[in-house]
């Protein structure tokens, strides 16, 4: 079982639109008993809050539903544990080694690397363009899916 986990800073918005996607990408590809899929903050400022409602509608829009989601922050355990941690930009990156003391095993990749764009998840926190994220994630985690 491959385990993944996606992360970005607060895991309110694009770490758990990723999570969602993939687990959606997964499903129609019938091959859910392969993977276990997650998604965590690198920050504390958001621990226990459901997705932000208009990422939470941007999944619904599409048919997939994160009902039961609240933010939880990354722990340096979790590098153990999962076998991909997927952040979202450069400054998620940066704080999950800090937080796994290193990236010894070299599990921790940035999303859109697998669509062959070393670019940043656009961040709907600062911009409001929950369809450019959707864009960038969907992306990533249709190549990821393809990848693996």
């Not at 993977?35 to 599409?62: C, K, Q």
């Not at 062959?116 to 409001?128: I, L, N, S």
Request: net charge negative.
């Amino acid at each position: 079982m491959i385990k993944i986990l996606f992360l970005c800073h607060g895991n309110i918005c694009r770490s758990p639109m990723a999570e969602f996607v993939m687990k959606d990408l997964v499903r129609r590809a019938e091959r859910e008993k392969e993977f276990f899929i997650a998604s965590a903050a690198t920050s504390a400022e958001e621990l226990g809050n459901p997705v932000y409602p208009p990422a939470r509608r941007m999944l619904a829009r599409h048919g997939i539903d994160c009902a039961g989601k609240t933010a939880r922050r990354m722990t340096r355990a979790d590098y153990a544990e999962y076998d991909l941690l997927i952040g979202m930009d450069f400054a998620n990156l940066r704080n999950m080694e800090r937080i796994c003391g290193g990236d010894p095993e070299q599990k921790i990749r940035l999303l859109l690397d697998y669509a062959g764009r070393h670019e940043e998840v656009a961040d709907p926190w600062y911009t409001g363009d929950f369809d450019a994220t959707w864009q960038d994630v969907n992306e990533g985690c249709a190549a990821l899916l393809e990848t693996l």
